[in-house]
């Protein structure tokens, strides 16, 4: 009985599941398998499922984007009896493309998306690898089909899609270049990996750019006094557990005798 009024204390005090978090465990685990089925077809259906599912994104961002500037692309049609010549029209065609409605800016999104995700699957399955080189053919792939599509190119359409094309793919590329940079992990100094290590061990790894500022790295470990803490401002704690820690180390230990 006593047990059982236990269990019911213990399942009060544990916090109730969060159905936010079960949702997005639930997605990523749809999400893992749905790649992973998706690796093992062959290229075609995975380009095609890869580009249908990109489209589909697209065209639900693009029919949003389309009704917030609805508005818009109404007041940009030409005044009634106005005689405007080619260049003119060219321009107010490219500002139509670019602020439609709804459905032509799904249509627009869908394709520019979906372009784009098909291409760069199939460079990334031939190739082997993602890199800046594939993410610009697709960009330019994906900005020549929206040049065409949009109706954004004017009379010279095949002109305006290459000049499309190629400004896509070096935004895309520069965007690519980018996030490289700042994506890439900290390069590791390996001069005080054991030092990190220790500290990581002991719950002191806030103490880790004291020892790089007394330059205390990996060889002087087995050398530590005191007195050298104490000069990069190590409190007496801290102190305590780093050289308790040295002296139960067997090849630390080992090295300053030696």
Request: hydrophobic content about 40%; overall charge positive.
């Amino acid at each position: 009985m006593e047990q059982g009024k236990h269990g019911v204390i213990v399942s009060k005090l544990l916090p109730p599941n969060n159905p936010i978090e079960q949702l997005q465990s639930r997605y990523k685990e749809i999400e893992a398998g749905f790649k992973d089925w998706l690796s093992k077809q062959s290229l075609p259906v995975e380009a095609a499922v890869v580009t249908a599912t990109s489209s589909a994104q697209g065209a639900a961002i693009g029919a949003i984007m389309g009704t917030l500037t609805n508005d818009v692309s109404a007041s940009l049609g030409p005044p009634p009896g106005a005689n405007l010549n080619p260049q003119a029209m060219a321009s107010l065609k490219q500002a139509q493309a670019l602020s439609g409605g709804p459905l032509i800016q799904a249509r627009n999104f869908a394709v520019m998306t979906g372009v784009n995700a098909g291409i760069s699957c199939v460079m990334k399955r031939l190739r082997g690898k993602e890199d800046v080189q594939s993410s610009m053919v697709a960009a330019f792939g994906s900005g020549a089909m929206f040049s065409l599509v949009s109706g954004m190119g004017g009379p010279n359409q095949a002109a305006n899609a290459v000049t499309s094309g190629l400004f896509f793919a070096l935004v895309q590329g520069g965007l690519f270049k980018l996030g490289q940079k700042f994506s890439q992990p900290p390069v590791e100094d390996v001069y005080y990996s054991r030092t990190r290590g220790m500290l990581t061990s002991l719950g002191l790894q806030n103490y880790e750019k004291n020892f790089k500022k007394g330059l205390l790295t990996d060889m002087t470990l087995p050398l530590l006094t005191d007195s050298a803490l104490r000069d990069v401002n190590i409190p007496p704690g801290p102190r305590l557990l780093i050289l308790d820690h040295i002296q139960r180390d067997p090849e630390m230990k080992g090295a300053r005798k030696r």
